[in-house]
């Protein structure tokens, strides 16, 4: 509970030629108490910040798959914690190759990060092991796209 309470985010949003920066903490508080002859607890009480409470209640939060936590290497994590900015939010799907090299935090030559996407692309397309979203060279672009399963129904 330390720990959750002491994680800050930051954020920060454009609207209307304005830029609003803003820090706040995962939790705001939190109570444990415990029985004192056997350490047991008895009650937990944990009071959400109002950012993340509003976002829990209007259904503002992104989900993990649970393949993502047998992802390996760390790039492939970092790729698949940008799949939303980049197909929703911002770039609608496609993004250069040096700002995703910036996104994912990538310290490598845009020559080394583009071989290791290309790896990790090939890896996906033989194992099909990063989950939801596929990526795509395309030029100097990337693309990321929804992997979407498509049923075919045949007439009977």
């Known amino acids: 509970l330390r720990r959750l309470q002491g994680t800050q985010i930051e954020t920060n949003l454009r609207q209307g ?3 609003y920066f803003k820090v ?3 939790i705001e508080s939190a109570e444990i108490v415990r029985e004192t002859r056997d350490g047991r607890m008895l009650d937990v009480e944990i009071t959400l910040s109002d950012w ?4 829990i209640e209007n259904n503002h939060i ?3 798959n649970r393949q993502y936590f047998l992802l390996r290497k760390p790039l492939e994590r970092r790729l698949y914690e940008s799949r939303e900015s ?3 939010r911002r770039w609608n799907g496609r993004i250069g190759v040096r700002n995703l090299a910036e996104k994912c935090g990538s310290a490598s030559s845009e020559k080394e990060f583009r071989r290791m996407l290309g790896i990790i692309i090939d890896d996906d397309a033989q194992h099909n092991h990063m989950p ?3 990526f795509i060279v ?3 672009n990337i693309l990321v796209k929804r992997k979407d399963v498509v ?3 045949s007439g009977g």
């Open 138 to 140: 395309d030029g100097e």
């Open 62 to 64: 992104l989900t993990l």
């Open 52 to 55: 993340v409470f509003d976002a």
């Open 86 to 88: 980049i197909v929703v």
């Open 132 to 134: 939801d979203y596929k």
């Open 151 to 153: 049923v075919e129904i």
């Open 17 to 19: 030629g304005k830029e």
């Open 24 to 26: 706040f903490g995962l």
